[in-house]
């Protein structure tokens, strides 16, 4: 991390690339790993977010978000997708879960799911939009 640090600042003090330290890292990442990870916080009643920059460049699948996760499993589980889809792994509609259940098995747009649950997950599409469950 130092040593991208350290040449996104030489890049910048030479005029390679203008941009701030912080878009130069993200370039850095996308070079090395085929993409960056942006992480947001959570905010009042809304859940935190993270999501890749840089897959689409890379490999030519799609960015992927995972809403109301931790940062670490966040991380993980957006990590794996670049993963797989660099090795040439796709995924068609549906193949990717929108939400992820209670450790009692309720998914986000089960009817007996409570409404915190469900505003933690908000929903993109639903299961029924490509067949699934």
Known sequence: MRLRRRLAKANLQAGIID?????????ADIEQYGCHIVHVLAEGTLPP????????RSSGAPELI????????????????NRRVRSGERFGAGQ???GYPTTAGV?????????????????????????AR
Request: proline share 8%.
């Open 19 to 27: 941009v701030d330290p912080g878009e130069q890292t993200a370039l």
């Open 49 to 56: 977010f993270s999501y890749s920059v840089g897959i689409q």
């Open 66 to 81: 995972a809403i109301g996760l931790k940062r670490p499993l966040a991380h993980f589980i957006l990590n794996e997708y």
């Open 96 to 98: 990717l879960a929108s």
């Open 107 to 131: 998914w986000p747009w089960d009817s007996e799911a409570d409404e915190e649950f469900r505003a933690w997950q908000p929903l993109l599409e639903t299961p029924e939009d490509h067949g």
